[in-house]
């Protein structure tokens, strides 16, 4: 490979692993499964192995991830609590015997890799005085409070002993099924899998929430142990049982690698009937002292691996594709299916994510296919079984128009999603809504995502425009003593009745039109029936119109809801003309200013007024086209931009000195 190709890949690689970490570890919300994580992973390390020059202390090869969240107390670890080098085949574990075999002999003990979240556990004579999670192997959170409301953490232990020991939090599978149930029930986002479930748990600050959710433990390691000498791990997990201690119920000690592959197996033919997750089997040296000797590195030791079981897979069929239509107005195509059960979930419907994804996998209804659940709440359809073909399976097409309000259903250029462009389609109502009362629409004071919630919920409004027509009882009624606030919202939408033209195509919500270009087109066409009459190739010669938003701009209004829309907002008497003088100042006239850091007289809003009021325009963003970057206190990157490109760096004084 190309050395340099290979260090472009190796920092995108970082940043990958370094998000998903991210999203995995801190966030409990991830985006990919496990599997493809550790192939992300793997990657890396492979080609850092293969380019030690480009090999950084920081890469997640070399650390472990982990930060403390924020009302935690840091812990820092007397015994460090390390990572496993993963392996993903049997010759990899043949391979890491040899290496061991090069050092010593040794029995083996292989476990079920519980799927969990991994905390360290201290008692002094016999006590549980501290419990934390891993972080980064050498720091902590202190979730103490939270770990005593497990009822399998034993308070206290059978012997007054000083002892640390390593244990990984879960949820049962048929717990965390009814978790997610009662999660859907009252509209929460669903865990993405038990894992993240136990870490979200666990890192509750309210340890009443920690509580009620069923966390359990097994312990698979003694740290450290001050009152007995232990000489091997089998030993050790036998010693923590009598301690009274909850040990990982599947560990097979084994004499050799033969045996060794064998317990793999046999874990992995357990695997879908365990009552916990598991994602591996981890092999270990059994002898402690023979530990010592082989050693370890910072991140890993080198007495033990982890085999990673690929992701389950099951065969089922596709009965039907039906169309569900998002917030955004993205219509997703579903499969549904034959119900089969995949790692200890049934499951009886995946999405097909996108047209070109059907294409591309050429499924069909009435197909056999194989998916997959690699630590997803949904699988993944990962191939169609074509041998399995009768002929009577029907292709698939996505819809014309939107199956919840019969507007059309576009697919823009370049994009893959197909969308409903109905402004009043029932599925996108709040979503809209919540953007029409937003600042950069009708600027609706007191009319916040939770208010336009109840007053759907309520009934109260069905639509936009019921906005404009609201009384004071139906706002009172939403809020206790709700009478002040009820008079505070009807003022603020009459005052919104006065907004500018600008307002009014902001809030509309047309694709590709913006609150920037809504100013441009409130400018040329002055009245909304101009730009309702204007033709595609009208628009199109504006400045920053394109053939795309040209389009869009013409089909928004052909629609019937746009324009039912249009004529109850006239009725309310809503402004539908440009108020802004003309510009017979042109000082600024096709000047580009950028606007950083924060400004002693003016708010960006103001200052941006002032710039387009003499025929300039803002951007956001500094480039070789930008005339004027004004930089106010604590200007950052831009600044930094604007110096290695040459543009002409202005201050609050020189602005007011050219507005003057």
């Known amino acids: 490979m190309d050395k340099r190709y290979a260090k472009e890949r190796i920092e995108e690689l970082r940043k990958q692993v ?15 499964s496990d599997f493809e994580y550790d192939m992300l992973l793997l990657e890396l390390k492979n080609l850092e192995n293969q380019f030690p020059e480009f090999i950084q202390l920081d890469s997640l090869t070399q650390k472990i991830y982990g930060e403390v969240k924020e009302g935690f107390e840091k812990v820092t670890h007397k015994v460090r609590l390390q990572s496993l080098q993963d392996v993903f085949s049997k010759e990899e574990v043949i391979e890491f015997d040899e290496r061991i075999k090069k050092e010593c002999e040794s029995n083996y003990v292989v476990e079920a890799k519980i799927d969990g979240v991994s905390v360290s556990l201290e008692y002094e004579r016999g006590i549980f005085v501290r419990g934390a999670t891993r972080g980064d192997g050498l720091v902590g959170e202190d979730v103490t409070e939270n770990l005593k409301t497990i009822k399998t953490i034993p308070q206290k232990l059978t012997k007054p002993v000083d002892i640390i020991v390593r244990g ?21 986002p669903l865990f993405a899998n038990a894992r993240n479930a136990a870490a979200g748990s666990l890192r509750q600050l309210d340890s009443n929430v920690t509580a009620k959710r069923k966390l359990d433990i097994y312990i698979f390691n003694v740290q450290r142990c001050m009152d007995r000498v232990l000489t091997s791990h089998y030993e050790a997990l036998s010693y923590l049982e009598e301690l009274s201690f909850q040990v990982n119920p599947m560990k097979i000690l084994c004499e050799d690698i033969e045996a060794v592959t064998k317990a793999i197996e046999r874990i992995g033919a357990y695997r879908e009937g365990l009552e916990f997750d598991i994602d591996g089997a ?9 530990r010592e000797v082989i050693g370890e590195n910072f991140k890993t030791p080198k007495w033990a691996v982890a085999y990673k079981y690929p992701p389950e897979q099951k065969e089922t069929k596709v009965i039907d594709i039906t169309c569900n239509v998002g917030r955004t107005g993205v219509i997703t195509p579903m499969a549904i299916l034959e119900p089969v059960k995949v790692a200890g979930s049934t499951i009886s419907k995946t999405t097909l994510h996108n047209e070109d994804f059907i294409k591309e996998k050429d499924i069909r209804i009435g197909d056999f ?17 074509k041998a399995k073909r009768t002929g009577e399976e029907k292709e698939f097409k996505m819809p014309e128009i939107c199956p919840v309000c019969n507007a059309p259903a576009i697919r823009e250029e370049g ?3 197909i969308r409903c462009i109905g402004i009043e389609c029932s599925a996108m109502l709040e979503r809209n809504i919540i953007h029409f009362a937003s600042k950069e629409g009708m600027d609706i004071e007191g009319l916040g995502d939770a208010i336009v919630t109840e007053l759907l919920k309520k009934e109260v409004i069905k639509n936009i425009a019921d906005i404009y027509y609201l009384k004071l009882e139906d706002i009172a009624s939403i809020k206790k003593n709700g009478e002040k606030f009820a008079q505070n919202l009807i003022s603020a939408i009459n005052d919104s009745k006065n907004r500018d033209l600008s307002n009014l195509i902001s809030a509309l919500g047309i694709r590709q039109v913006g609150s920037k270009l809504a100013k441009v087109l409130s400018s040329k066409f002055k009245e909304i029936d101009n730009l309702i009459n204007a033709n595609e190739e009208e628009l199109s010669l504006i400045p920053d119109v394109g053939e795309i938003t040209a389009k869009s701009i013409y089909d928004f209004f052909r629609q019937e809801q746009s324009m039912d829309l249009i004529n109850r907002l006239k009725s309310a008497k809503v402004n539908m003309k440009s108020l802004k003088e003309e510009i017979t100042d042109e000082r600024f006239l096709d000047k580009i200013f950028v606007l950083t850091g924060t400004l002693e007289n003016y708010s960006r809003d103001e200052a941006t007024s ?9 951007a956001s963003s500094v480039s070789s086209s930008t005339d004027y970057v004004l930089a106010g206190e604590e200007a950052g990157g831009k600044l930094r931009k604007a110096y290695e490109l040459g543009v002409n760096i202005i201050n609050e004084q020189e602005f007011e000195e050219m507005i003057k």
Do not use: C, W
């Open 610 to 618: 002032i710039i387009e009021g003499f025929g300039g325009k803002t």
């Open 282 to 290: 981890v092999v270990k040296v059994d002898d402690l002292t023979k």
């Open 369 to 385: 296919v194989i998916i997959q659940k690699a630590g997803d709440v949904i699988p993944a359809v990962v191939e169609v079984v």
């Open 18 to 32: 370094k998000h998903h970490a991210k999203k995995y570890y801190d966030e409990d919300m991830p985006e990919i």
């Open 168 to 188: 990984e939090i879960f949820i049962p599978k048929k717990d965390f099924e009814k978790l997610n149930k009662e999660r859907e029930e009252v509209g929460e």
């Open 415 to 417: 994009m893959s999603a």
